[in-house]
Structure formats: C-alpha cells, structure tokens
C-alpha cells in the first residue's frame, strides 16, 4: 500500500507539471477571418474577374483577414485570389428565391458579408421591378435567419443592351432607381443594406465585350466600385507593429486626396484618386484638382470631372459627398495620354 501511495504522489506531480506546461505554452486563438460571399449570375461568376482584382486590392490594402466563400470554384482570371463564390451563370434572383436556394449555400459557407450584383437575367426576362425587389427582401430574410449580424452589399446593377433586347437598358434603369428605397426600407442597425452603385459611369460599348458582361475595363470599374464600400465594413487593416505617431489635430473640414494608376494601355489609362475626411466632422462636399498636362479624360465615375486644357476639377456626386471624419470615397476615370508620372491632387472640403 506504502508503494502504491508513493508512486501516486509521483503521478499526481508529473500530471500537475504537464498542466502546468500545457497552459504555460498555449498559444492565443487568432481572430477568425472574415467571410465574404459574392452573390449572384455569370457577372458574378463566370468568371467574375472583378472578384479577382478586388482580393488583390485588399490584400495591397493590408486586409489580408478576409477569406472569400462559396459553393462555386474559382475561374481563373490570371491572378493568384481566393476565387469561391456563388455566381451562378443564367440564374435569375426570383427563381433563386422561390425555390430556396440560398439557405443550402449559406449554411456550406457560412458568409459574414455578401456582396450581391443580381437580377440580369430577370431584367432579360422581363421580370417586374416589384418582383425582382420581393425576391431580394427574401434573400435577406434568409441570410438573416442564417445570420442576425449579416452585412450586405446590394448593387445596383450594370447596365446592359443586348442585341437581341432591345428593352433592357430601360428595365435596368428602372429596377436600379428603385433599389435605394427598398434598401432604406429593409436596412436595420444590427443588419446593414449599403447600396452599391456599379450602374453611374458604366458603358456598355467601353466596358462590356456583349452590352451585358464586362471586360477587362468593366472589371476594374466594378472592382473600383465596391472596394470602399467593402472596406468601410471590414474597418482599418490590421497592422503588425503599428508605429507611435504625434496626435494632429486637422481643420475640421480638411480633406486629403491621393491618386493611382489602376490600369495602362496602348494610348490610355484608368486612373483613380481617394478622397479622404482628415477633419474631425462630416463635410457636405468636397473638390479636387490636379493638372493633367498631355492627357485627356474621356469618361469618369463617381465624380463630376471636368477638364479646361491641362487643369482638372472633380467634385463629388450627390451620394458620396459627406464622408464621416478618417473615412474615404473613391472615384475613377479613364483618359488618354500615359498614366504616369502620378499628378499632385489637392482636394478642398465644404
């Protein structure tokens, strides 16, 4: 009995001291990613090369947390992305929600965010606006039954003009028009509907290789287009060893603009600049300038530019005007010339 209480004692010891190692070595559990699912049809899927550049833009933007899901495989597009997505080619949003489609993808993915750009083929089938809209508000319910904190990102959709569809142009721009009242209508606070517009500064001829998908200039425009929308919900970048920097306090309605080459081709480029709130409240507009000296603005969006010789004036559009304090908004344009060198943009805020 003596020996059997010794070596007892013995095991109680050694299983203390492995407690003790097992919580002295354990490692911190990592925040999980981000889950970010895009919704919808063969703009969306087939092969959606916008998914591609908008992964590449986060990931050069420091959001590396992010991971992009879907029951559906990538498609190539030539960049290294996460491609999983849910866009299904020919699939119309009314046909998605009557016949439940979406709680089977939701439950295999588990989504945080969608990004959905549906309701092309419905515009091609003459689905009415009113029951494209009620098919959205299904989708919605039952993403929110899948998830109560579910964000969204709802766009308005590209327009199209299909040679076999004469009607379409008009029926897209009736169904975008009434997409930011119903996104008001079921928005709540635990539960955000941000509208996205990817229809303003949109063209069918430059942008789309059909009047309906887009090519290589319609893919950085959508990808253009839904990068701050997406960020504003994923908030700062994480960042590895952030460095002390002096408190500055800015005028209240100052702002900040930084330009980029997006894209380069033979005789033209997309360019892009990033307004930024550096004041310490919300501003009612806000103007940039820069001087474009040998190059010419063909067509912008999200921004009214406008060019006199080699001096360039944006100012914002009617619905991205008032940025909160350190938020940015992003407008684009395509011009002739060489994208580089990079001008220096000044921005004035109201």
Known sequence: MRGSGSVLAVLAAVAVTLGFLLV???????????????????????????????????????????????????????????????GHGGALVTDVADQNQLPGWLSATRPDIVMMHFGTNDVWSNRPTATILAAYGKLVDQMRADNPDMKLLVAQIIPMNPSTCGECGQRVSALNAAIPGWAAAKTTARSPIVV?????????????????????????????????????????????????????TPPAGACAATYRTVNQWPGGFQGEVTV???????????????DFADRRISQSWNATVTQTGSAVTAGNAAWNGSPAPGATTTFGFVASGNGSPAPAVSCTAR
């Not at 703009?43 to 998914?51: K, V």
């Not at 425009?221 to 919900?233: D, I, N, S």
């Not at 930024?276 to 820069?290: D, K, L, Y």
């Open 196 to 248: 996205v517009d990817q229809w303003t500064g949109f063209s069918t001829t430059a942008d789309t290789y059909d009047g309906v998908h887009p090519n290589a200039a319609g893919d950085q425009k959508m990808a253009g287009r839904w990068f701050p929308a997406l960020t504003a919900l994923l908030g700062a970048a994480p960042t590895a060893s952030p460095t002390p920097t002096p408190t500055v």
């Open 24 to 86: 002295s070595t354990a490692v911190p559990a990592q925040a999980a990613a981000v889950r970010i699912m895009a919704l919808g049809d063969s703009i969306t899927g087939s092969p959606g090369c916008w998914r591609a550049l908008l992964w590449e833009r986060l990931r050069e933007a420091g959001h590396t947390d992010v991971d992009f899901v879907g029951t559906l495989p990538p498609q190539g597009c030539g960049i290294a992305h996460d491609g999983d997505n849910e």
């Open 276 to 290: 930024t709130n550096t004041g310490t409240a919300p501003r009612t507009g806000w103007t940039t300038s820069w």
